[in-house]
């Protein structure tokens, strides 16, 4: 059995507007996972499922995109 690590990314609406810009960044591997997720009231929920590091560069670009939390 491989070593599986599961990451999920949750993107609002306005995050997604910003993930369609840089989609010509991503690998293939990367749209298709985002492409295949399932979109609910509250955002776009991914699961990425990391096996090797071929993902860590695309999940970095996914991730400077979320919006920074509120520190109010």
């Not at 070593?3 to 840089?22: C, H, Q, S, T, Y």
């Not at 499922?49 to 071929?54: G, K």
Request: net charge negative.
């Amino acid at each position: 059995m491989e070593n599986m690590l599961g990451f999920m990314i949750i993107f609002g609406k306005d995050e997604r507007a910003k993930v369609e810009e840089i989609r010509k960044e991503l690998s293939p591997d990367a749209l298709e996972t985002y492409d295949n997720a399932q979109t609910f009231h509250d955002g776009k929920w991914v699961m990425f499922e990391i096996t090797d590091d071929s993902l860590l560069g695309d999940l970095k670009k996914l991730l400077l995109i979320k919006r920074k939390p509120n520190r109010k």
